[in-house]
């Protein structure tokens, strides 16, 4: 099975004004819902899993816990393999600003890089495909997320650029033990 990642939107495990889940309500509910593994990465509502139908299986989780907790909010699913390519080709350059992951039928016809004025600076938009968009600010409390949403008229998730860059990180790492695992599953190589 491949690795996948559940971002949820507004949850932050523990914190009962946005109806946030804790750690084990979570986990318990990827694990009702069939998922075969599922770790917390942080404690911002990103998930990593693996699962058959992992969207289908994410949005089992969040019907959950609307009945445990009264979350019920975006849950948008992406491979391991989908974030590590995706989130490579972000310019080394842009060292903060936002990822932003959606499902857009469609987009709004905008050059880039498409500047938004804001009430205290400027939301910069990098990048912008029917499934993320990649997004730096100039200026103080300027988030991509209202934004973007108003721009292509569907609910978006929002991660820091360094935020992913380190879930990057850790599912590279964790797909390095599963290939060395399966290596050693046969018993040692042999020279040739």
């Known amino acids: 099975m491949d690795i996948q990642v559940a971002f949820f939107r507004n949850m932050n495990l523990g914190q009962a004004r946005s109806r946030s ?47 445990v907790t009264g979350y019920a909010d975006l849950v948008v699913v992406r491979s391991a393999a989908w974030l590590v390519d995706t989130v490579g080709h972000i310019d080394p350059g842009l060292t903060a600003g936002e990822f932003v992951l959606f499902d857009a039928p469609s ?49 978006v998730t929002c991660r820091g650029i360094p935020t992913m860059r380190r879930l990057v990180a850790r599912l590279t790492t964790i797909a390095e033990l599963q290939r060395t695992t399966q290596g050693s599953a046969g018993g040692p190589e042999r020279p040739r």
């Open 21 to 67: 889940p804790r750690s084990a309500e979570l986990l318990d509910a990827f694990a009702a819902a069939g998922a075969t593994s599922a770790v917390n990465f942080q404690t911002n509502g990103t998930v990593i899993f693996t699962g058959d139908e992992p969207a289908a299986l994410a949005e089992a989780v969040v019907t959950r816990l609307t009945a």
């Open 107 to 155: 987009l709004p016809d905008l050059v880039l890089p498409h500047v938004v004025p804001a009430a205290t600076g400027e939301l910069v938009v990098h990048a912008l495909t029917r499934d993320h968009a990649v997004t730096s600010a100039t200026g103080a409390g300027i988030s991509a997320g209202p934004v973007l949403t108003r721009l292509i008229d569907v609910p």
